[in-house]
Nanobody
Framework: QVQLVESGGGLVQAGGSLRLSCAAT??????????LNWYRQAPGKERELVAG????????NYKDSVQGRFTISRDNARNTVYLQMNNLKPEDTAVYYC????????????WGQGTQVTVSS
């Protein structure tokens, strides 16, 4: 069974940093063949894409409001994707979810359970 498990969330003050991790197990294909994304969802709001990195290791993409503050990276040897979040702002408060999608067969699409990030002012 595929599992994506997020960790690293917590409570921080504005201007602080957190590093989220998402470890994948049970994938049908090698981890390096998956596009990886971080999404977030705040209470009463729709889930939104925060950052993504392709299976090719190309230039990541970011939501405009986190550009320059967040960095997505992957460690294929550890089947893990990271989201380094710096200079956190209260509006970053949300549940953060990792997502893995096989580049070739798009219905191989998996989600983690989420990790809470709360930024206080």
């Amino acid at each position: 069974q595929v599992q994506l498990v997020e960790s690293g969330g917590g409570l921080v003050q504005a201007g602080g940093s957190l590093r989220l991790s998402c470890a994948a197990t049970g994938l049908t294909f090698r981890f390096s063949n998956y596009n990886l994304n971080w999404y977030r969802q705040a209470p009463g709001k729709e889930r939104e894409l925060v950052a993504g990195i392709s299976s090719t290791g190309g230039t990541p993409n970011y939501k405009d409001s986190v550009q320059g503050r967040f960095t997505i990276s992957r460690d294929n040897a550890r089947n893990t994707v990271y989201l380094q979040m710096n200079n956190l702002k209260p509006e970053d408060t949300a549940v953060y979810y990792c997502n893995a999608q096989y580049w070739r067969v798009k219905n191989y699409d998996y989600w983690g359970q989420g990790t809470q990030v709360t930024v206080s002012s």
